[in-house]
T-cell receptor
Framework: NAGVTQTPKFRVLKTGQSMTLLCAQD?????MYWYRQDPGMGLRLIHY???????AKGEVPDGYNVSRLKKQNFLLGLESAAPSQTSVYFCASSRGQSYSGANVLTFGAGSRLTVL | AQKVTQAQTEISVVEKEDVTLDCVYE???????LFWYKQPPSGELVFLIRRNSFDEQNEISGRYSWNFQKSTSSFNFTITASQVVDSAVYFC?????????????FGKGTSLLVTP
């Protein structure tokens, strides 16, 4: 099983350019998440999805958009990249509805984005 | 908002020493889950343990042990007889309800360096 796959692994953008990060999971998980990791900041939740066709904002959603058209895919878009969006982005997924937060997150390998 | 504090930013030990990584959390929930993840130098995030708020029994897995104390809102992680392969960043996380689902709220991480 591939688990959670992120593409691309590395990308360099110029300020103002747009791009999309793709996350794909093959575990039939309902929940999917996008986090960003910055030095000294831990992981911060950008957006998440509780099922196909749904998306919701996390802690740091500004400057990003997401879509979940298919259950297995969760796309993270940057419409106009800024240097502050230089980061490592992690996608994760977890099993179906949990009413107490018990779900274990399975993470992808990360995507390193640099905005010049 | 809930909060996870890992006060130790960096720890350096010599191989075979025991080391404890601290995690203190804040939550108003009566039912919640705590997690530890490991991020080795290769960058992926590896799940280590999940603990629910009703189970205060300490857990041991090989050289790893976890001490959950609800009275002090702490969930500390001890590595016994540390090895160079334990060098990694370790994250403590708390399940948190966002608008439409649960996600993990991570601490800022503790970087552990084990030298020969």
């Amino acid at each position: 099983n591939a688990g959670v796959t992120q593409t691309p692994k590395f990308r360099v953008l110029k300020t103002g350019q747009s791009m999309t990060l793709l996350c794909a999971q093959d575990m039939n998980h309902e929940y999917m998440y996008w986090y960003r990791q910055d030095p000294g900041m831990g992981l911060r939740l950008i957006h998440y999805s509780v099922g196909e066709g749904t998306t919701a904002k996390g802690e740091v959603p500004d400057g990003y958009n997401v879509s979940r058209l298919k259950k297995q895919n969760f796309l993270l878009g940057l419409e106009s990249a800024a240097p502050s969006q230089t980061s490592v982005y992690f996608c994760a997924s977890s099993r179906g509805q949990s009413y107490s937060g018990a779900n274990v997150l399975t993470f992808g390998a990360g995507s390193r984005l640099t905005v010049l | 908002a809930q909060k996870v504090t890992q006060a130790q930013t960096e720890i350096s030990v010599v191989e075979k020493e025991d080391v404890t990584l601290d995690c203190v959390y804040e939550t108003r929930d009566t039912t919640y889950y705590l997690f530890w993840y490991k991020q080795p130098p290769s960058g992926e995030l590896v799940f280590l343990i999940r603990r629910n708020s009703f189970d205060e029994q300490n857990e041991i897995s090989g050289r790893y042990s976890w001490n959950f104390q609800k009275s002090t809102s702490s969930f500390n992680f001890t590595i016994t007889a540390s090895q160079v392969v334990d060098s990694a960043v370790y994250f403590c996380a708390l399940s948190e309800w966002y608008d439409s689902g649960y996600a993990l709220n991570f601490g800022k991480g503790t970087s552990l360096l084990v030298t020969p």
